[in-house]
Nanobody, 121 residues
């Protein structure tokens, strides 16, 4: 079964940077919109960045100018470059994607397992 595998989280000081990656665990027919969400303890999971297959992007106001989402369609991978990290960015980050596994299957939404990002002050 196809999975999305998140990686790249860790502990960083305020002002630092991290780059998250998320890849499909096997070759699939096509991946449409991909995105990154985050969930802090006791809070809901929020969308922070999204990118279409054609490269159009949207960002939450809280990360505009600091985070950049990108993707490599040939590798079925999405990235999130996070700069100027602040303690309030601490959360578990999840990737999300609309995937069509093969030509016979419908579009389905998938989640990564999450990767922890901790920003110390």
């Amino acid at each position: 079964q196809v999975q999305l595998v998140d990686s790249g989280g860790g502990l960083v000081q305020a002002g630092g940077s991290l780059r998250l990656s998320c890849a499909a665990s096997e070759t699939v027919f096509i991946i449409h919109t991909m995105g990154w969400y985050r969930q802090a303890p006791g809070k809901q999971r929020d969308l922070i960045a999204r990118i279409t297959r054609g490269g159009s992007t949207t960002y939450a106001d809280s990360v505009k100018g600091r985070f950049t989402i990108s993707r490599d369609n040939a590798k079925n991978t999405v990235y999130l470059q996070m700069n100027s990290l602040q303690p309030e960015d601490t959360a578990v980050y999840y990737c999300n994607a609309d995937v069509r596994v093969d030509i016979t299957t419908p579009l389905r939404n998938y989640w990564g397992q999450g990767t922890q990002v901790t920003v110390s002050s």
